[in-house]
């Protein structure tokens, strides 16, 4: 029977070795890397879910798998993170196709 981590919240700070402290929580725990920004490090545990709420499009890109878009409280679409870019967030944001003409600067 192996262990599994299904719920944690875990801060190091001024870790002097991120790489093994990387390699310990892949390898060791089984934890899979989601994202780093700032930073700092995210991990999650292997079909579970995190939620992320953030104003900060490129955060948002670099820390998801899967983005899901809500205008007006309704889910206008979902990317998963190699279709997602600022311009294709910003269309869906404003109730346009995320695929379509690019928008004027």
């Not at 093994?20 to 934890?31: H, I, K, M, Q, V």
């Not at 820390?63 to 870019?85: H, K, P, Y």
Request: without cysteine; glycine residues 8%.
């Amino acid at each position: 029977m192996s262990a599994r981590v299904s719920d944690l919240h875990y801060v190091a700070l001024a870790v002097p070795d991120l790489a093994a402290e990387r390699e310990f929580f892949s390898d060791t725990w089984g934890l899979v890397e989601v994202g780093e920004s700032d930073g700092k490090v995210y991990f999650a545990a292997e079909g579970t879910g995190v939620l992320l709420i953030s104003s900060e499009l490129p955060e948002l890109v670099a820390l998801s798998t899967r983005i899901l878009v809500l205008r007006d409280g309704r889910l206008v679409g979902a990317l998963e993170r190699d279709q997602a870019n600022q311009e294709s967030l910003l269309r869906m944001m404003a109730g346009l196709a995320p695929d379509g003409p690019r928008l004027r600067a």
